[in-house]
């Protein structure tokens, strides 16, 4: 029996790949397996090429497996393009109305399955990823009945004749196959799964629960992929705790909008990718000079302009911490993992109240859209920091003075009212301003106003800004990430490990303001430091020369071709790295 395996489906988008993926790996969570989802999908509604890979393990994993072990294809340029992953003694599951072929030089078994024949004789070719999910699940040798009770809940909602079909087109594939094989395939069977409740989800639906959890009732957005998972599941969820959802007209509208929400003292959020962001920029300014707290999400994609709105991509690292115009401060923070999406954003919304800035979530698609298990939540975690928001009625103002706004403090945070409070009246301005809101041109304000809100930054402290993982003494490598590429690294560096070469690995979660101290030592000890991210000019590299130091020690191993990294190509470039060092 193995411990782990990697399962993909492909075909033309609209064709029911996701549908197929999400009931094969429900499934598969309810017996307990940790798995890791990788979606590879089309920028169009419908039509071209698109597959969703898992992989199943017995343990924790949070990484895309280098291979494949069974290919389902419901078209023939599904094995051309993915059949190359297969390992030797592979197999493809494919629907025999195609005449499927093995391309050349793939060392793969091939079933032909009459996957739409089967679909076609129970009324409809709808029901074909039915009958290619029971193909594939039966030779894994799993008990039907679980993947029953998860065709039944999906369907369940069309009447229990659709049920009743689709199982009808799982059990048919699954005989036919099992027929053809003589029984599953003992070489694919794999071991017991420990049976424990896990969680299932999108980084999207995490930072979902996230905000709700943390006190969200309002969000305005503007649909965009890959963040719009964030705004679907809120519309779902907030109305149910007395918040609201908007969808805007644009970008700009969203983000002034949430400014709005939040100085009314409503926890209001919004969530876009690279393009959207580009548009919020200048009333991100506005946010920062007035001091109004906002949390934004920016799920980065490929880019510029429309770029590769589907694909991987870790490229508005300098936007987000440099892209408005003049300085404010403002707090980016990186999640790097389904249950740090979770807290990172109950976090963010603390941190934008406690310091009366933006605080921008950064993440990427494959955080964003790719499903994983990961463990229980804990609620009793979850703690809400409004900061400096005054309660109740405030003393009467000096000589019925305006309220004092923007204060001077010693840490920057002044004292924050909602609109209403008594003697809290203050004026509101995007120009700069004195300790009342107005406006003022005088140089020695300006220079003590600029002071306030920047020394902000000085005092920001935040859960985890790096995380280290099992730290070597003496590493020959430190390898150091971000975002979604956590779980990449630890395999690869388990593989070092492995092979005698001693390393360190650092995800930097706070990205403004940098973690320069917390991540120095890790840095002296190194003989190299191997910077990896989904770019073309190594920004996080730059931040980490700009704000530590040790140039001379860094390398860049980016990758910007619309994929994730694969634990193997960071092996690979790790043992080249110790060839030369030998010589």
């Given at each position: 029996?193995?411990?782990?395996?990697?399962?993909?489906?492909?075909?033309?988008?609209?064709?029911?790949?996701?549908?197929?993926?999400?009931?094969?790996?429900?499934?598969?969570?309810?017996?307990?397996?940790?798995?890791?989802?990788?979606?590879?999908f089309?920028?169009?509604?419908?039509?071209?090429?698109?597959?969703n890979?898992?992989?199943?393990?017995?343990?924790?994993?949070?990484a895309?497996?280098?291979?494949?072990?069974?290919?389902?294809?419901?078209?023939?340029?599904?094995?051309?393009?993915?059949?190359f992953e297969?390992?030797d003694?592979?197999?493809?599951?494919?629907?025999?109305?195609?005449?499927?072929?093995?391309?050349?030089g793939?060392?793969a078994?091939?079933?032909?399955?009459?996957?739409?024949?089967?679909?076609e004789?129970?009324?409809?070719?709808?029901?074909?990823?039915?009958?290619?999910?029971?193909?594939?699940?039966?030779?894994?040798g799993?008990?039907?009945?679980?993947?029953?009770?998860a065709?039944?809940?999906?369907?369940?909602?069309?009447g229990?004749?659709?049920?009743?079909?689709?199982?009808?087109?799982?059990?048919?594939?699954a005989?036919?196959?099992?027929?053809?094989?003589g029984?599953?395939?003992?070489e694919?069977?794999?071991?017991?799964a420990?049976?424990?409740?896990?969680?299932?989800m999108?980084g999207n639906?995490?930072?979902?629960?996230g905000?709700?959890?943390g006190?969200?009732?309002?969000m305005?957005?503007?649909?965009?992929?890959?963040?719009?998972?964030?705004m679907?599941?809120?519309?779902?969820?907030l109305p149910k705790?007395?918040?609201?959802?908007?969808q805007?007209?644009?970008?700009?509208?969203?983000v002034?909008?949430?400014?709005?929400?939040?100085?009314?003292?409503?926890?209001?959020?919004?969530?876009s990718?690279?393009p959207?962001?580009?548009?919020?920029?200048?009333?991100?300014g506005?946010a920062?000079?007035?001091?109004?707290?906002v949390?934004?999400?920016?799920?980065?994609?490929?880019?510029?302009?429309?770029?590769?709105?589907?694909?991987?991509?870790?490229s508005?690292?300098?936007?987000?911490?440099?892209?408005?115009?003049?300085?404010?401060?403002?707090?980016?923070?990186?999640?790097?993992?389904?249950?740090?999406?979770?807290?990172?954003?109950?976090?963010?919304f603390?941190?934008?109240e406690?310091?009366?800035?933006p605080?921008?979530?950064?993440?990427?698609l494959?955080?964003?859209?790719?499903?994983?298990s990961?463990?229980?939540?804990?609620?009793?975690r979850?703690?809400?920091?409004?900061?400096?928001?005054m309660?109740?009625e405030?003393?009467?103002?000096?000589?019925?003075?305006?309220?004092?706004?923007?204060?001077?403090?010693?840490?920057?945070?002044?004292?924050?009212v909602v609109?209403g409070?008594?003697?809290?009246?203050?004026?509101?301005?995007?120009?700069?301003?004195?300790?009342?809101?107005?406006?003022?041109?005088?140089?020695?304000?300006?220079?003590?106003?600029?002071?306030?809100?920047?020394?902000?930054?000085?005092?920001?402290k935040?859960?985890?800004?790096?995380?280290v993982?099992?730290p070597?003494?003496?590493?020959?490598?430190?390898?150091?990430?971000?975002?979604?590429t956590?779980?990449?690294i630890?395999e690869a560096?388990?593989?070092?490990?492995?092979?005698?070469?001693?390393t360190?690995?650092v995800?930097?979660?706070l990205?403004?303001?940098?973690?320069?101290?917390?991540?120095?030592?890790?840095?002296?000890?190194?003989?190299?430091?191997?910077?990896?991210?989904?770019?073309?000019?190594g920004?996080?590299?730059?931040?980490?020369?700009?704000?530590v130091?040790?140039?001379?020690?860094?390398?860049?191993?980016?990758k910007?071709?619309?994929?994730?990294?694969?634990?193997?190509?960071?092996?690979?470039?790790?043992?080249?790295?110790?060839?030369?060092?030998?010589?």
């Amino acid at each position: 029996m193995i411990s782990q395996l990697s399962w993909k489906i492909g075909g033309q988008q609209g064709e029911g790949v996701e549908s197929t993926d999400k009931i094969f790996s429900t499934a598969l969570n309810r017996l307990g397996y940790y798995l890791y989802g990788y979606r590879h999908f089309s920028s169009r509604i419908k039509g071209g090429h698109t597959n969703n890979k898992i992989r199943i393990s017995t343990k924790p994993i949070r990484a895309i497996s280098d291979d494949l072990d069974i290919l389902v294809a419901f078209d023939q340029e599904t094995i051309d393009l993915n059949a190359f992953e297969l390992r030797d003694n592979g197999v493809i599951v494919a629907d025999a109305k195609f005449n499927p072929v093995v391309p050349e030089g793939v060392k793969a078994r091939l079933f032909p399955v009459p996957i739409t024949a089967i679909a076609e004789d129970l009324g409809t070719s709808l029901f074909k990823n039915m009958a290619a999910s029971g193909a594939s699940w039966a030779l894994l040798g799993l008990p039907l009945e679980v993947f029953n009770k998860a065709v039944e809940e999906e369907f369940g909602r069309k009447g229990a004749a659709v049920v009743e079909k689709n199982i009808e087109a799982v059990r048919k594939a699954a005989e036919f196959i099992l027929e053809q094989n003589g029984g599953p395939m003992l070489e694919f069977q794999l071991e017991p799964a420990d049976g424990k409740q896990k969680l299932f989800m999108i980084g999207n639906d995490a930072i979902g629960l996230g905000a709700l959890t943390g006190g969200c009732r309002f969000m305005p957005a503007y649909p965009i992929t890959p963040a719009s998972e964030i705004m679907e599941y809120l519309i779902k969820t907030l109305p149910k705790f007395g918040g609201t959802v908007i969808q805007t007209e644009d970008e700009i509208a969203a983000v002034t909008m949430a400014i709005g929400g939040n100085y009314a003292g409503v926890r209001t959020m919004t969530a876009s990718a690279g393009p959207g962001l580009s548009l919020m920029m200048e009333a991100i300014g506005l946010a920062g000079m007035t001091e109004t707290p906002v949390v934004i999400v920016d799920t980065q994609r490929g880019g510029p302009s429309t770029g590769l709105p589907t694909k991987q991509e870790q490229s508005d690292l300098y936007a987000m911490i440099y892209g408005t115009h003049g300085e404010i401060p403002k707090i980016v923070l990186s999640p790097s993992s389904i249950e740090e999406c979770f807290y990172d954003t109950i976090e963010a919304f603390n941190l934008a109240e406690i310091y009366q800035c933006p605080v921008i979530l950064l993440t990427d698609l494959q955080l964003s859209l790719g499903k994983q298990s990961c463990e229980l939540l804990d609620f009793n975690r979850v703690k809400i920091d409004r900061g400096r928001l005054m309660a109740g009625e405030l003393p009467p103002t000096e000589d019925n003075k305006l309220f004092k706004r923007y204060e001077y403090a010693e840490n920057g945070i002044s004292p924050r009212v909602v609109p209403g409070q008594k003697y809290g009246i203050h004026h509101v301005t995007g120009v700069e301003h004195d300790q009342e809101g107005r406006p003022s041109e005088s140089t020695e304000n300006r220079k003590n106003m600029m002071d306030k809100r920047m020394d902000k930054l000085k005092y920001v402290k935040v859960t985890n800004p790096i995380l280290v993982d099992a730290p070597h003494e003496e590493p020959e490598v430190l390898i150091i990430g971000m975002g979604s590429t956590g779980g990449t690294i630890d395999e690869a560096r388990a593989r070092l490990t492995e092979k005698g070469i001693a390393t360190n690995h650092v995800t930097v979660r706070l990205m403004h303001p940098f973690p320069a101290e917390e991540l120095r030592p890790y840095m002296e000890k190194a003989k190299t430091v191997v910077v990896l991210e989904n770019n073309a000019t190594g920004q996080l590299a730059s931040l980490i020369k700009l704000n530590v130091g040790y140039a001379d020690k860094i390398k860049n191993l980016l990758k910007y071709n619309g994929n994730p990294f694969l634990p193997a190509e960071i092996t690979t470039f790790c043992q080249e790295l110790n060839l030369v060092w030998q010589r």
